[in-house]
């Protein structure tokens, strides 16, 4: 991934995006906005308990350093599923009581709508076909992963856009990493109970009761099984609560904190 500036908001690009003209993509940081602590700086998320009016403020930022409409903002009400849904207008910008219900992934074919995933320790995904000129946004945590969004993914834009995996391109970006990402029993068996499914999920094994999830591979993996080429994959490897400095990360604080974003939309 490549870090620039554009009105003093930092953000961050795919190298395997961006050479695509079609579309413009980001992953915005904590930095370079309003909120105050525990949400400091640029908190994209309205249902975190920070202050309305701010995180508009956020979002029109981070929207006039993109170049776009802050209205053109979609967003989600993640629910940690497997759910993707068909977008043709946008929704979400302004409040989050319009924004898309009961869903974790989006996909367009319309221009100028920027489907965008909020996160602060999951894994957000963006999605494009050149040839089909559609596009995707989703966010996988352990839930996600499981319930397979990353496929799930896939497979709509397969059946609604008549995309072809060879074609597809596909962004994994900062998220908590095998480094950090301990969990208990109750998800290395649910992790482990289908090998041939999920072998290659977990990271570190410490014992029965305590290991480290993989989100980057496991659903790197997903991507493959579909059928992406692994040279259409990038994993930006960036863990979110090693760099808890530049990444809002759950993990880290402990406690109520912001979300970053991961958007990407067709140009006209």
């Known amino acids: 991934m490549i870090e620039k500036y554009a009105d003093n908001v930092p ?6 995006l961006l050479p695509c003209k079609e579309i413009s993509h980001f992953i915005s940081t904590r930095n370079g906005g309003f909120s105050k602590p525990p949400y400091n700086s640029l908190n ?9 009016e701010t995180v508009l403020e956020n979002r029109q930022r981070l929207a006039t350093a993109l170049g776009i409409p802050s209205d053109n903002f979609t967003t989600v009400r993640q629910v940690h599923g497997g759910n993707v849904v068909t977008v043709k207008k946008p ?19 319309v221009p100028n ?10 894994v957000p995904m963006l999605f494009f076909d050149a040839e089909k000129k559609a596009i995707g946004a989703s966010h996988a945590g352990w839930k996600g992963t499981l319930s397979k969004i990353a496929q799930n993914t896939v497979r709509a834009l397969q059946e609604r856009f008549n995309c072809l995996p060879k074609d597809i391109y596909v962004g994994i970006g900062p998220s908590i990493g095998p480094c950090c990402y301990e ?18 999920y977990m990271g570190a094994v410490i014992s029965e009761n305590k ?13 493959m099984q579909m059928g992406i080429p692994e040279k259409n994959i990038e994993v930006a490897q960036i863990c979110t609560r090693c760099n808890h400095d530049r990444f809002f990360s759950y993990r880290y604080q402990q406690k109520e904190t912001g979300r970053f974003g991961a958007g990407i939309i067709l140009n006209t």
């Open 183 to 200: 969990v208990g029993a109750e998800i290395i068996s649910k992790i482990t109970s289908n090998s041939d499914v999920y072998e290659g």
């Open 11 to 16: 953000l961050w690009s795919f190298q395997k």
């Open 44 to 52: 994209l998320g309205f249902h975190v308990g920070d202050n309305p």
């Open 113 to 122: 709508i920027c489907l965008m995933v909020l996160q602060a320790d999951c």
């Open 91 to 109: 929704g979400g910008a302004l409040h989050y009581d319009m924004a898309v219900p009961e869903t974790d992934a989006m996909i367009t074919d």
């Open 211 to 223: 290991g480290f999830f993989n989100l980057w591979e496991a659903n790197k993996r997903q991507l």
